[in-house]
């Protein structure tokens, strides 16, 4: 370590994100990651650094304890360094995807690792090929089946192959190139184009769901736009383009999936409201694109809502060993026991309805109107 990496490094504030809380060791994972950071110059922020609320005998008290600390330690943050590796099926914990969409929408750097960046047709077990397609266990052409990761991740993060060292690495790099890239006129700044013109005084509700990638997706958006249009809310789907930004016909799926990636950010910073679809996807966890936006979505100040057809409460929905073996699961990861149906990020942001789209949008549109 260099005096001047030093220098460059002690103005950087990074968040780890990554669902080592739930893992047997993870607490020394994440420590000892720390300190590798620390050693370099760095300073860390964890929604563990400070004392939280971890004895009330409200169990939903204690996951609100560490979300409002969280939201306190992301105005801190300048980098956000997420394990992207699958969780509780073939995609990352959507808890951390929650956390890299909070960091994208305040500006700060974001980097993930991973030791698979094969395509998600290979790394999804349930795939499978038909009339020379390759399908995925919804019964759909399977979406980004040639990308590691769902569009928000690989639009908002650099994904390096290797662990958080390589992460360091990497960033330390791109500081130094900044360095370089000031003197020659070309700073880094992230793109922010203005919102939408707004026509209407109706609040603007995106509808966030995995259903953009279903056949029919775009006949059940529509169906919902329908819904929201009776109760007075405007409605915009991930399948519409927002404005200012034009779809890209190509056959690069990195091209492809940065251009749907603007789009959904884009609406994300249009929209009044954010109703999401909180259903399990490829296993047990939130969609990765809908984690993504509800996180920018809370970082932004929106209204957020979400809905599921089963809200029992996670330690109920996941199996696992029970009580005596920390309630971990067939990974040994320790299932949440907070009292919320979903990723405490979800629980402690909005409030989280069960039922079919047609029963949620009469309690949201009620709940709008106070």
């Not at 047709?121 to 399977?142: C, F, H, I, W």
């Not at 590691?148 to 908002?156: E, L, R, Y």
């Not at 650099?158 to 130094?176: A, P, R, V, Y």
């Amino acid at each position: 370590m260099y005096r001047y990496q030093h220098e460059l490094a002690k103005n950087e504030a990074i968040y780890i994100a990554g669902p080592e809380c739930f893992y047997t060791y993870g607490y020394d994972m994440l420590a000892a990651m720390r300190v590798r950071a620390e050693a370099l110059g760095f300073g860390v922020t964890l929604p563990n650094n400070h004392p939280l609320d971890l004895e009330n005998p409200d169990l939903q008290k204690r996951a609100d304890s560490i979300f409002a600390d969280l939201e306190t330690i992301m105005k801190e943050t300048t980098v956000i360094i997420s394990d992207l590796e699958a969780y509780r099926g073939s995609e990352p914990d959507s808890g951390t995807i929650y956390e890299i969409g909070m960091a994208y929408a305040k500006g700060a750097r974001s980097y993930g690792y991973t030791r698979d960046k094969r395509s998600m047709a290979t790394k999804n077990q349930q795939s499978y090929l038909k009339d020379g397609k390759t399908y995925d266990e919804r019964g759909n052409v399977m979406p980004y089946a040639n990308l590691p990761f769902a569009p928000t991740i690989m639009g908002s993060t650099k994904i390096i192959e290797g662990d958080f060292d390589d992460c360091i690495h990497m960033l330390m790099t791109d500081l130094e190139e900044e360095q370089k890239m000031r003197v020659l006129g070309a700073p880094y700044t992230p793109r922010i184009r203005e919102c939408a013109p707004r026509t209407s005084d109706r609040p603007l509700v995106y509808l966030a769901g995995f259903e953009r990638y279903d056949a029919d997706g775009a006949e059940v958006f529509a169906k919902m736009k329908e819904l929201c249009a009776s109760y007075g809310l405007d409605a915009v789907s991930p399948l519409d383009w927002a404005h200012g930004v034009e779809e890209i016909k190509t056959d690069n799926p990195y091209v492809w999936a940065a251009n749907v990636f603007d789009n959904y950010q884009q609406h994300v910073r249009d929209c009044d409201v954010v109703l999401a679809n909180l259903n399990d996807y490829r296993g047990y966890e939130v969609n990765n694109d809908v984690g993504f936006e509800c996180g920018m979505g809370f970082q932004l100040g929106k209204k957020l809502y979400g809905y599921m057809d089963n809200t029992d409460i996670l330690l109920n929905r996941i199996p696992h060993l029970g009580e005596a073996e920390e309630y971990r699961d067939q990974s040994g990861n320790n299932v949440e026991n907070f009292d919320y149906p979903a990723n405490l990020m979800f629980g402690c942001s909005m409030k989280i309805y069960g039922g079919k789209f047609e029963e949620i949008i009469t309690k949201v549109a009620a709940d709008l109107e106070k």
